[in-house]
């Protein structure tokens, strides 16, 4: 439903792609929510809709307000897509979380983790209102969707994927990126992608390094990974570039955690393989005495760490791939 223009931007309650004028790319200010003093909340969108009919991949980055590397991904794949040749739509939503980006938090305006409680409710609370009402105004639309997210504060990302590598086309979507590493991770886990793929819909999350920052060659491999994946569906005449360094596939990975509070270091950087008992931290107090020292449990890969010194009991040192056999 149109509600009105601003600047010559339409405003919508919802996407409707066959409003979309074929052959051209549109832009959307999404009405999703209004805030205290009842001013509306609005959700950028770009919809670049070809001549011909067909699938419609779908683009979203800043679920969380500090995951910045996906927004330029997102704004330069518009500059560059030839809308006369494709076939198909591509939507583009560069920032799904608008409250906490412009407050530069990574959560929601209620202390909530928007990507734990998807697919939300629709006379829940104010982050499940939000949540539902951006999956069932525009994520349904799609038959594909990547998911672009970055590490959290005081962390560092290698360029992953989370994939269902179970589903041929997921793991085919997945292995087109070009990524450093890809863990298996099935769906079912309260976030935007699981959510889709509970749907029906066809999604990856990829990780594009670290927060708060562009990172360019980071932004440039999420787009070369995009335009892979659009030749290959036929939707762009985009020949499939193929990756120079063999991706690390793993079955699945887990974060391991402090014990005890002090001065953490990190010694491993991401991407780097660790053997079993290898130490990958070193905990000091204050004084700056040697405290613990953390080996790794299993061999495996670095896909992020902390780099943040002031470590609490139970506090994140590493996130270990397993890799799979």
């Known amino acids: 439903m149109l509600l009105q223009k601003e600047n ?43 001549k011909t009919e067909g699938k419609v991949l779908g683009l979203t980055a800043a679920v969380h307000g500090n995951e910045l590397n996906g927004i330029p991904v997102v704004q330069r794949l518009f500059k560059e897509i030839n809308v006369e040749e494709l076939r198909g739509t591509i939507v ?18 209620d202390g909530t983790d928007l990507n734990h409680i998807m697919p939300g409710k629709p006379d829940g609370n104010v982050s499940q209102v939000y949540a539902w009402r951006i999956v069932n105004r525009i994520i349904k639309q799609f038959d594909f969707l990547i998911d672009l997210h ?25 292995l087109l990126q070009n990524a450093q590493i890809i863990v298996h991770n099935p769906p079912s886990d309260g976030t935007l992608r699981g959510t889709a793929a509970e749907m029906g819909i066809s999604a990856i999350t990829l990780e594009v390094g670290n927060p708060n920052t562009f990172q360019k060659g980071l932004i440039r491999d999420g787009l070369t990974g ?6 290959y569906l036929s939707m762009t005449e985009c020949e499939v570039e193929e990756h120079d360094v063999e991706t690390v596939l793993c079955k699945n990975s887990y974060w391991i955690y402090s014990d005890t509070g002090g001065i953490l270091t990190v010694h491993p950087k991401v991407t780097d393989m660790v053997q079993k008992g290898e ?3 070193t905990m000091r107090n204050i004084f700056g005495d040697l405290v613990k020292e953390y080996l790794a449990p299993e061999d495996g890969i670095v896909i992020g760490k902390s780099v943040s010194p002031i470590n609490h009991t139970g506090g994140r040192i590493l996130h270990l791939g397993v890799l799979k056999k």
Do not use: C
């Open 92 to 109: 583009g939503v560069p920032v799904i979380n608008v409250p906490s980006l412009l407050r530069k938090k990574r959560r929601f305006i």
């Open 226 to 231: 995009i335009h892979n994946l659009l030749g």
């Open 279 to 281: 130490t990958i931290a």
């Open 150 to 174: 970055t590490a959290s504060n005081g962390r560092v990302n290698s360029y992953y994927i989370r994939a269902d590598m179970q589903d041929a086309m997921v793991k085919k979507m997945a």
């Open 8 to 50: 010559d931007i339409a405003i919508i309650e919802s996407l409707k792609i066959e409003n979309a004028p074929k052959g051209r790319i549109s832009r959307y200010w999404l009405q999703v929510a209004t805030d205290g003093m009842g001013v509306p909340i609005h959700i950028p969108i770009m919809v670049a809709r070809g």
